[in-house]
């Protein structure tokens, strides 16, 4: 692609590995209620939203969320079904994240929340002695973080703005579609990681690498 300057990548899905049927799968094995019909990668609840802008805190996240699945048992089996869905992170991915940032101005976009923040950085500095993403991008933004998030215009537009970037220099990777709609109503390039598809073998595919 001609007069590409910036990526913007998603995190989970793209970056991290993230299998979201393991935390439903957790959560169905100590709730009444089929997790399914409340989160999905494409349809969530509102809790799930106001907790990804970070207007609830985690205590009143995980006590609504003990509501919503009638669950009377304790808060260390929420986070740990909460957090299920989050894998590893390929040394590769690493190494072509240091490659892609020697050639254009790179961020990060996440939908997440706290305790997950919490978890992948830990995992990031016990498997590759990393402390967090922040020397990888020239921007980190979390929803949780900003008050937004994917696929509201506002979200992408405040990326844009904060960086000076222009949106037809800027190309987005997300492997939801609902966020490569969001992205593209902006007039950024967006794209879709298809699944068992490699986010290095997508660039390539864009001649961006």
């Given at each position: ?18 299998d979201m049927d393991r935390t439903i799968q ?119 973080r900003v008050g937004m998030r994917k696929p ?43 699944k068992n598809m490699e986010v290095a073998d ?8």
């Amino acid at each position: 692609m001609k007069d590409i300057k910036n990526i913007i990548f998603d995190l989970g899905g793209v970056i991290i590995d993230l299998d979201m049927d393991r935390t439903i799968q957790a959560f169905n094995m100590i709730s009444t209620v089929p997790f399914e019909e409340i989160y999905s990668q494409s349809n969530q609840i509102e809790l799930f939203n106001e907790f990804d802008k970070g207007k609830l805190s985690d205590y009143d996240f995980f006590k609504q969320l003990r509501q919503q699945i009638r669950f009377e048992g304790p808060d260390e089996d929420l986070l740990f079904a909460w957090n299920a869905m989050l894998l590893d992170v390929p040394e590769e991915r690493l190494e072509l994240l240091v490659d892609a940032k020697q050639d254009y101005n790179t961020f990060l976009l996440s939908n997440t929340c706290e305790p997950h923040i919490s978890t992948f950085e830990s995992e990031l500095y016990q498997k590759h002695g990393v402390k967090n993403f922040n020397d990888y991008f020239d921007g980190v933004y979390y929803s949780c973080r900003v008050g937004m998030r994917k696929p509201d215009r506002e979200i992408f537009e405040m990326v844009l703005q904060k960086n000076k970037l222009l949106a037809q220099e800027t190309v987005f990777i997300d492997d939801s579609v609902q966020h490569v709609k969001g992205a593209g109503e902006c007039g950024i390039n967006a794209y879709l990681l298809p699944k068992n598809m490699e986010v290095a073998d997508l660039l390539a595919e864009l001649n961006l690498l």
